[in-house]
Structures are given as C-alpha cells and as structure tokens.
T-cell receptor, first 109, second 115 residues
C-alpha cells in the first residue's frame, strides 16, 4: 500500500524552511527519501532504518517515528537547487518497496 | 558501467505493437526494480528481482507486462499489445542487496509513447 505524503506541493522563498511528511498504514523497517528534478531520474537523499540508523547527505535531515509509522524530511535554508519533487519510499514487512505520490517543492528567488 | 543504464531512452510505438525495454544495473547489484511513472505522477512499482529468488511481480498491471532477468544482471521489461495508457517513463533501479538499508540507484528511464 502506497504511503501518504503531505503537503502535495509547497512554494518557498530562498532561505525559508520546509517539512515534508510521509506516513504509512503498515509497520515500516525503512524509509527512503529521493528528489526528482523535471526530466531526470530520482536521486537518493536519505535512508532511515528501524532502530535509528540513518544514511544520507550531510545537509539533509529527517526523522523516523517507527511507532507512528511516519517520517519527516526537513529542508532548512532552502536554495533554488532544492526545487523538485520529493518522494518517500517505504519498506515494510511482506510488501514490496513502494513510493509515495510525491511532494512538489518550488523554491523562488 | 558506473550507473544504471537503460535503453532505449525514447520509444514511440504504434498501439498493438510489442516493446522491449532493457536495463543494465550497476555491476554487483543483486536487487533490481522496475517502476513506471506517468506524466506528473508518482513512482508505480512494477516488479522486483533479488538474486536468484523468484521475482516479486505483484505490481505488474496486466498479463501484457512481463520481465525477466538473465544471469542475475541485465533485465528486460516486455509490454505486449501496447495500449495508449502504457505511455509513461519506465524507470529501472538497482541496489546492492535487499530492500532495507541500501540506496536505490535509478537509471534515466525509457520514455515510451504509444500512438
């Protein structure tokens, strides 16, 4: 079952912060975050694992609440290059790895 | 190669024809995924291969879709009797192993247009 992402879209000015949320109805063992720019393939941002391990870029931060089956991606001091569609992907027991519908982020000068 | 390679990058085909899309994963990656992305939409899971295990085909939308992976490396996604609703970008991805803590690397995609 596909995770739910919110908001669907957000517009920021350079330097502003944003939070993108991802939630699932299933118990999760991992959450992945990817960013896709128009016409390009999705690019890895971060992986969060059950138990607290995280792997990702230094400038990206995220949280994973295993109990609530939720993850949030924090974008601080946004830059123009942050624009794109952000997808969360979830790994859960007995189910293939699925992605959410995406959150479209636009950063304006 | 250094990344996931897909071919063709663009394909225009007539309704009713069969198409084959190829994916060459990163060397050494045992896990391979196919996703479909319609214009402006999210990533729809199609099929997952992991090593020598039976593939997870639960995302294939109809029996017109099939995929195979030869020698644990190259994969081919075949769409038979294409329909206009099959028009989308077909993305292949690979990871070192399993589904949990490993980065998934995507190819550039094969853009399929059915006319």
């Amino acid at each position: 079952q596909q995770p739910v992402q919110s908001p669907q879209a957000v517009i920021l000015r350079e330097g502003e912060d944003a939070v993108i949320n991802c939630s699932s109805s299933k118990a999760l063992y991992s959450v992945h975050w990817y960013r896709q720019k128009h016409g390009e393939a999705p690019v890895f941002l971060m992986i969060l694992l059950k138990g607290g391990e995280q792997k990702g870029h230094e400038k990206i931060s995220a949280s994973f609440n295993e109990k609530k089956q939720q993850s949030s991606l924090y974008l601080t001091a946004s830059q123009l290059s942050y624009s794109g569609t952000y997808f969360c992907g979830t790994g859960s027991y007995g189910q293939n790895f699925v992605f959410g519908p995406g959150t479209r982020l636009s950063v304006l000068p | 190669g250094a990344g996931v390679s897909q071919s063709p990058s663009n394909k225009v085909t007539e309704k009713g024809k069969d198409v084959e899309l190829r994916c060459d994963p990163i060397s050494g990656h045992t896990a391979l995924y196919w996703y479909r992305q319609s214009l402006g939409q999210g990533l729809e899971f199609l099929i997952y291969f992991q090593g020598n295990s039976a593939p997870d085909k639960s995302g294939l939308p109809s029996d017109r879709f099939s995929a195979e992976r030869t020698g644990g490396s190259v994969s081919t996604l075949t769409i038979q009797r294409t329909q206009q609703e099959d028009s989308a970008v077909y993305l292949c991805a690979s990871s070192t192993t399993g589904r949990s803590g490993n980065t998934i690397y995507f190819g550039e995609g094969s853009w399929l247009t059915v006319v």
